[in-house]
């Protein structure tokens, strides 16, 4: 049998790269000690040592001076838009050698290219586009046979199938654009692991903190689904997200053993048993501890964020949250609810020319509208309807005139609008949204043509959006900024994948929402409730036309800069959930901040500023609002798992009567002919049925010894083997 190994590995040594054996018609694993940044090199006398293993695939390590640009474009990978996304901001790369085993597919498959040595690389370009380097991955080389039974081919840079094998020397350079963009630093730099058995890593990892996730280890949580789905590789998307775990836990956060556990349990769905995943876990998990503990968290710097139990004390901080926690339970309703719709409501009442801050006032990106949505979380009946309305009356205004129940996503957009002059133009600035249950978002996204979910993404942002048609009464725009926007979603738990699923998660779309519950078994019986404490009459006086910042302190413009930096340099694995949830979080303290505002005797309002205050305590409430999620999350699970068992319970009671009827079938073609014999042994050889039924032959013997219609005996036949006879039983 050949050996792609045997065949061709001196060559590809010969030619700059360094062969490693892999089993046979297989990708993984390769053998220890010769991948990753502290791999050895393979040498002559590795070679021939390899070679003489049997037939074995061929991969390529590839050296510090070569990173391979590898495209998924079939199925649902993606990889070539993301490649043309790439290339039209950097520029088109140059031809080169690819390596496939998809001949037909003339975008996916590994391009290799020179780079400057002793630097470190990005692992991704975007989805579906990886990058292979020294120091990670390695690439599967012809003629190596892919487990699904194509051979490996390369193509030369004319694009043609060839079989000869490129030096590296052959190469082009990777063009200057391409090089900046997907350069990590010095390598000099890169932390190396801890010499850490695994056996020590699994002894370390089992100290990482148990018990309730903390909002730290939920916010991975809450992703990770999603990463799975529209990520990277299923291997490095589950090494990314345990690294994150395992530093979580380091740190000293609850819940992150786990948060591994769970991770565990979606990569072995993310691959459905197309593979073992246990070595593949743990060589994950002990990789990640060697990388944490080479560089630990500084001690002040460690301790869980917290899980506190609920927002209690949060009211005891102004006499205005107070006055919202007392009203709400004089009306046996949730504090934490009421305080959400509140701020919607005092959101709702500010103009849309009051935003965040942007570049030009040292933050980041373009300024940020004020737009939120709020989900009230609870099973139907528990109270989510009225809170709306109760919530006007706390603040003591009137909005009934721009209050809507929308129908649709285009609805939502046409309520800003009036049809004039044979165009739709804008009419009003200020909305807010109730809706009920979300099961009437769900049926407006089933609709043909509706996007409710993109729509709602964008308006959320306060950017421009609307939907063309033929039709001009039909053809709407709402330019960015020009609206004010919030919404009230009621959710049922069970029903809240509309917002969970993660198609939508992967948007951003779930993070651009403060979620609260509106059960609380706080809330006093009703002997003991307060009094109504009136209206807070909130009344300050806004110049719409007027573009206010409402800015916030340095402390926090460096924090966002910075994450936001990380991320699109790509120095974290973050997905961009954790900026959705910043930027919510600022929304929130900019809420608390106008809710706390009088007007003077004049009627002016002072600056806006969210101060460390308002920050501090929009912190406790995102929080909050991520361990709901987390709750819809696990709930949402549990309610998959049922539909999962009761389908496979069925399909098992399928497979069990389908087995039955087989093992009858037997049964009665095997007394037919012991029948025949009239009462004489029959030896096996003659009564042994068809060969598509032959497996069932043992339990249909049984069945008809345990009815007593045949009996069996062992024997030794004319040519002295060992068998059995049947006898029919009169």
Known sequence: MPSPYADTARAYLDGGWSPIPLPYKEKFPPPVGVTGYSGAFVTEEMVEAYAKGGPRNVGMRLPETVIGIDVDDYGD??????????????????????????????????????????????????????????????????????????????????????????????????????????????????????????????????????????????????????????????????????????????????????????????????????????????????????????????????????????????????????HIRDAAYAAGRSPAAMLGTVLGRVLAAVPPSHVLPGAEDGAIGSRASLNLGIVLMGPSGKGKSDLSKLSEGVLGVDQSDIQRTPSSGEGMIQSYLRYTNRTNEVAAHYRLFNVDEIGQLAAQKERGGATIGAILRSMLMGNQTGTENAEASRRRNLPANCYRMVLFAGVQPRLSDVLLNPDETAAGLPQRFVWLRVQDPNIPPPGDRPKWPGSLDWNPTFKPDEVVIVDYPDAIKEMVVRQDYENVTGQNDSDGSDSHLTLTRLKVAAALALLHLSSDEEGAVPDVVITDQWWRIAGRIIDES???????????????????????????????????????????????????????????RAVRPAHRLREYADDAIELLVATGQVEVEDYVNEKKVESRRLRFVR
Request: glycine share 10%.
């Open 626 to 684: 991520v361990r709901v999620q987390y709750e819809c999350r696990r709930l949402i699970g549990n309610v998959n798992q049922e539909k999962h068992n009761s389908v496979a319970i069925a399909k098992d009671r399928a497979e069990d009567a389908a087995e039955a009827d087989k093992v009858q079938r037997t049964a009665k073609a095997i007394l037919r002919k012991v029948q025949e014999a009239d009462g004489e042994w029959v030896t096996w």
């Open 77 to 322: 990978k993606g990889g070539g838009a993301a490649l043309a996304d790439a290339e039209s901001r950097l520029g088109l790369l140059p031809p080169t050698w690819r390596s496939t085993s998809r001949p037909a597919d003339l975008t996916s498959g590994i391009r290799f290219y020179r780079v400057p040595a002793g630097r470190q690389w990005a692992d991704t370009v975007g989805p579906g586009v990886e990058i292979v380097h020294h120091g990670h991955r390695y690439a599967v080389a012809a003629p190596s046979l892919h487990p699904e039974g194509r051979e490996y081919l390369w193509f030369d840079e004319d694009g043609f199938p060839t079989d000869a094998l490129p030096a590296v020397d052959d190469l082009p350079l990777l063009p200057d654009a391409w090089v900046a963009a997907l350069d990590r630093g010095d390598l000099s730099e890169r932390i190396a692991k801890v010499d850490l058995k695994e056996s020590e890593a699994g002894h370390w990892l089992q100290t990482l903190p148990g018990g309730d996730p903390c909002p730290a280890v939920i916010r991975v949580l809450d992703t990770a689904e999603a990463h799975f789905a529209f990520g990277a590789t299923r291997h490095d998307t589950a090494r990314n997200l345990a690294l994150r775990m395992i530093r979580l836990g380091e740190q000293g956060h609850a819940g992150a053993s786990v948060g591994l556990d769970t991770l565990e349990a979606l990569f072995a769905n993310a691959v459905g048993g197309e593979r073992p995943i246990d070595r593949e876990w743990a060589r994950i998990l002990s990789g990640g501890a060697a990388l944490i503990l080479a560089a630990p968290t500084p001690a002040e710097d460690k301790g869980c964020c917290g899980s506190h139990a609920d927002l209690s004390d949060v009211f005891e901080e102004t006499d205005r949250l107070r």
